[in-house]
Nanobody
Framework: QVQLVESGGGLVQAGASLRLSCAASGLTFSLYHMGWFRQAPGKEREFVARINLSGLSTNYADSVKGRFTTSRDNAKNTVYLQMNGLKPEDTADYYC???????????WGQGTQVTVSS
């Protein structure tokens, strides 16, 4: 049974940093592209970042470029999202996703909530 479990969310003030983690189990982690998505209240889910199998290639949404960094540790079956310079508009539930094909996400985590106060 594949599980993706996000952690690290919380309530912070604008300008603060958070690091989200997504621990994967039940799959061969190194064979999966990983992605981060978020969904704010009343809005559709949106892409945040993705990282390839080796971790050497990443992509980001324009809204987070330069502030967020994703990385992975294949030995720990974990992907991370370092979020710096948080803004109130970053407030959302954050989800990680996994897929063997880049851009095609088969498995999803349950999400972790990030709230940024102004």
């Amino acid at each position: 049974q594949v599980q993706l479990v996000e952690s690290g969310g919380g309530l912070v003030q604008a300008g603060a940093s958070l690091r989200l983690s997504c621990a994967a189990s039940g799959l061969t982690f190194s064979l999966y592209h990983m992605g981060w998505f978020r969904q704010a209240p009343g809005k559709e889910r949106e892409f945040v970042a993705r990282i390839n199998l080796s971790g050497l290639s990443t992509n980001y949404a324009d809204s987070v470029k330069g502030r967020f960094t994703t990385s992975r540790d294949n030995a720990k079956n974990t992907v991370y999202l370092q979020m710096n310079g948080l803004k109130p508009e970053d407030t959302a539930d954050y989800y990680c996703a996994a897929g063997v094909q880049a851009g095609v996400n088969r498995y999803w985590g349950q999400g972790t909530q990030v709230t940024v106060s102004s």
